[in-house]
């Protein structure tokens, strides 16, 4: 039987999306460790998103020899069709869905001048409109049964930035903006949404120019099963709604946007009066939480 540190997540149906490896594969041990049931979603492809392959299998089948019950999903959470596949292993195997970690990525590093629209468009397809393409299969089952956990993975590349990383970042960030309309739409009915912004060493981490790092052997801060926690935080009974976590190494830390008090310049405002006071719109040193609304 599995060892159930914790019986908060004993019998609840969690689907994780790339769980094939890294950071997937992880959180895929530490829910089954707890007593849940799980689908491991992966395309088994390469970094690049090309191929196909059995990576959901082999995890299922380490959870299995823990004694957890799990099931393999070798979808592509870019297709649609895929996508609503995915929710539908849940639902055949276990009968509900409780919490949905969206986890799969891609890499097609380049610089912006160097890169292709095809680059961008396919990076764009996987890991925005696929979290977006899993997220409404299981929409509508986590609010008619008033109970859902839902994880967006973000990145540092989207949050703040990193060379080489256009289409990444911009998919990234769009995790925020999409979190936070999903947390407000989802209150009513007890679906909480929040982000996950990781730092790891996985095979998709190695492929960034400089990173030398050794994703089947990373060093004991880099690994993987330290972003964990923060996933199972994130879709707790008591979890928050609209949260920015970021983890990595042990060490974990909220983000948040903030910002400073208006100028007002009128209805008669002006470039010129703008300028005049690029000093305060600049300041941040007394700035706020921001939160709905513009």
């Given at each position: 039987?599995?060892?159930?540190?914790?019986?908060?997540?004993?019998n609840?149906?969690?689907?994780?999306?790339?769980?094939?490896?890294?950071?997937g594969?992880?959180h895929?041990?530490?829910?089954?460790?707890?007593?849940?049931?799980?689908?491991?979603?992966?395309?088994?492809?390469?970094?690049?998103?090309?191929?196909?392959?059995?990576?959901?299998?082999?995890?299922?089948?380490?959870?299995?020899?823990?004694?957890?019950e799990?099931?393999?999903?070798?979808?592509?959470?870019?297709?649609?069709?895929?996508?609503?596949?995915?929710?539908?292993?849940?639902?055949?195997?276990?009968?509900?869905?409780?919490?949905?970690?969206?986890?799969?990525?891609?890499?097609?590093?380049?610089?912006?001048?160097?890169?292709?629209?095809?680059?961008?468009d396919?990076?764009?397809?996987?890991?925005?409109?696929?979290?977006?393409?899993?997220?409404?299969?299981?929409?509508?089952h986590?609010?008619?049964?008033?109970?859902?956990r839902?994880?967006?993975?973000?990145?540092?590349?989207?949050?703040?930035?990193?060379?080489?990383q256009?289409?990444?970042?911009?998919?990234?960030?769009?995790?925020?903006?999409?979190?936070?309309?999903?947390?407000?739409?989802?209150?009513?009915?007890?679906?909480?949404?929040?982000?996950?912004?990781?730092?790891?060493?996985?095979?998709?981490?190695?492929?960034?120019?400089?990173?030398?790092?050794?994703?089947d052997?990373?060093?004991?801060e880099?690994?993987?099963?330290?972003?964990?926690?923060a996933?199972?935080?994130?879709?707790?009974?008591?979890?928050?709604?609209?949260?920015?976590?970021?983890?990595?190494?042990?060490?974990?830390?909220?983000?948040?946007?903030?910002?400073?008090?208006?100028?007002?310049?009128?209805?008669?405002?002006?470039?010129?009066?703008?300028?005049?006071?690029?000093?305060?719109l600049m300041?941040?040193?007394?700035?706020?939480?921001?939160?709905?609304g513009?």
């Amino acid at each position: 039987m599995p060892i159930i540190e914790n019986s908060e997540f004993e019998n609840k149906v969690v689907v994780i999306t790339g769980a094939g490896n890294g950071l997937g594969r992880s959180h895929a041990i530490e829910y089954a460790k707890r007593g849940a049931k799980v689908v491991v979603n992966d395309l088994g492809g390469s970094v690049d998103g090309s191929g196909a392959g059995d990576a959901a299998d082999q995890v299922v089948a380490e959870l299995q020899a823990m004694g957890a019950e799990a099931v393999a999903n070798k979808a592509s959470v870019s297709d649609p069709d895929g996508a609503e596949s995915i929710i539908q292993s849940a639902l055949d195997a276990f009968g509900r869905i409780d919490i949905l970690v969206n986890n799969a990525g891609i890499l097609r590093d380049r610089s912006f001048k160097k890169m292709t629209l095809s680059d961008w468009d396919l990076v764009l397809q996987v890991h925005l409109s696929g979290t977006a393409y899993v997220t409404r299969a299981a929409w509508p089952h986590m609010n008619e049964q008033g109970y859902g956990r839902i994880v967006l993975t973000s990145s540092s590349s989207g949050i703040y930035g990193n060379f080489g990383q256009a289409n990444y970042g911009a998919a990234k960030m769009g995790m925020l903006g999409l979190m936070n309309v999903l947390a407000l739409e989802g209150a009513k009915n007890n679906v909480r949404v929040n982000t996950l912004a990781p730092a790891a060493a996985t095979r998709m981490i190695s492929t960034i120019p400089g990173r030398n790092i050794d994703p089947d052997s990373p060093p004991p801060e880099s690994a993987p099963k330290l972003v964990s926690p923060a996933v199972l935080f994130m879709t707790s009974d008591e979890a928050p709604t609209g949260a920015v976590i970021n983890a990595g190494g042990g060490r974990y830390y909220r983000a948040q946007i903030f910002v400073n008090d208006p100028i007002d310049l009128g209805v008669e405002a002006t470039f010129e009066d703008l300028m005049a006071n690029t000093e305060s719109l600049m300041d941040m040193s007394q700035a706020k939480p921001k939160t709905g609304g513009v």
